[in-house]
Nanobody, 130 residues
Framework: HVQLVESGGGSVQAGGSLSLSCAASGYASNIYCMAWFRQVPGKDREGVAGLWTGDGSTYYADSVKGRFTMSQDNAKTTLYLQMNSLKPDDTAMYYC????????????????????????WGQGIQVTVS
């Protein structure tokens, strides 16, 4: 049973930076895709970035491309999201997610604009940009 625990986040002024971490326990070798999603009240959870654990390749939503960077550690048990040039529109609850997708082959494949295919979820962590 995979468990994901986010840390980091908090409040920052527009233009600033924040970093999120996601520690994965109960890790199984068949976990292929990991992702970050975010949600604001009244809206569906949306995909921010996806990563394929096979080679660490990533893919980003247009809204964060060039500003956010997703990565994993060498042990593939910790996921990171570095967020730069933050905007008020980035304010949301951020979630780490994972799913086993045997056909995964790239970050673009692992990226999902909606959350329906992802199975394992962290508890979420708030990011506020003012």
């Amino acid at each position: 049973h995979v468990q994901l625990v986010e840390s980091g986040g908090g409040s920052v002024q527009a233009g600033g930076s924040l970093s999120l971490s996601c520690a994965a326990s109960g890790y199984a070798s068949n976990i292929y895709c990991m992702a970050w999603f975010r949600q604001v009240p009244g809206k569906d959870r949306e995909g921010v970035a996806g990563l394929w654990t096979g080679d660490g390749s990533t893919y980003y939503a247009d809204s964060v491309k060039g500003r956010f960077t997703m990565s994993q550690d060498n042990a593939k048990t910790t996921l990171y999201l570095q967020m730069n040039s933050l905007k008020p529109d980035d304010t949301a609850m951020y979630y780490c997610a994972a799913v086993s997708l045997p056909l995964a082959h790239s970050g673009a494949y692992c990226y999902r604009p909606s959350d329906r295919e992802y199975r394992y979820w962290g508890q979420g962590i708030q990011v506020t940009v003012s």
